[in-house]
């Protein structure tokens, strides 16, 4: 059964810092990943999705690596700022799910604090 | 193009009643999938349709149902609602479902008292 862990599960740091968020999976076959951001009573926005054959994507400060092989994901956060503020979620696809529809599985999350 | 919309965003209901939420997918998506989120179990999937056919299931009782229409929109239904049931509920709409980026709505917030 796969299973998706997010350490930590809250971070704090201050403006312009560079962090990273830590994903890691229990099941090295997964179809994709997908990194979410989710804002306090809000939906979940779609920062970047990972192809399994793929081993990294950027957008703007954001870098998001993948390490099948060790079940690893690392989303980098380049010179954080207060408005990053949020719960990061990091969820995977399993192989079997790519005929049989899309079922994302989710971590806890990273609830992350950027200090003016 | 408009994102994901979900309605009602917040309900109130009793237990023992029934409640239908809506979502209508970003247009040309054609699978919806369906996820509840609550502070203890986070993010876990319901179902998902595509062209008006659930493809897959999650491991929820089956109180908990849905459907597609033509248009891609879909409902899902929770009869004889518990306490338990509290939740933020969340759909997603994708191209194509098979691993193909998803896109959330902005939820609904159903409470039974």
């Known amino acids: 059964k796969q299973e998706v862990t997010q350490i930590p599960a809250a971070l704090s740091v201050p403006e312009g810092e560079n962090l990273v968020l830590n994903c890691s999976f229990t099941?090295?076959?997964?179809?994709?990943l997908q990194w979410f951001r989710q804002d306090p009573g809000k939906g979940l926005t779609s920062l970047l999705l990972i192809q399994s054959s793929q081993r990294e994507q950027t957008s703007g400060r954001l870098n998001a690596s993948l390490d099948k092989s060790s079940g690893r994901s690392t989303l980098y956060i380049a010179a954080s700022q207060p408005g990053d503020s949020a719960t990061y979620l990091c969820a995977v696809i399993p192989p079997w799910g790519y005929n049989q529809g899309g079922k994302l599985i989710f971590g806890q999350g990273t609830e992350l604090s950027v200090k003016p | 193009k408009a994102g994901v919309t979900q309605t009602p965003r917040y309900l109130i209901k009793t237990r023992g009643q029934q409640v239908t939420l809506s979502c209508s997918p970003i247009s040309g998506h054609r699978s919806v999938s369906w996820y509840q989120q609550t502070p203890g179990q986070g993010l876990q999937f319901l179902f998902e349709y595509f062209s008006e056919t659930q493809r897959n299931k999650g491991n929820f009782p089956g109180r908990f149902s849905g459907r597609q229409f033509s248009n891609s929109r879909s409902e899902m239904n929770v009869s004889t609602l518990e306490l338990g049931d509290s939740a933020l509920y969340l759909c997603?709409?994708?191209?194509?479902?098979?691993?193909?980026?998803?896109?959330f709505g902005p939820g609904t917030r159903l409470t039974v008292t």
């Open positions: 099941d090295s076959a997964i179809y994709n």
């Open positions: 997603a709409s994708s191209p194509e479902g098979t691993g193909a980026e998803q896109y």
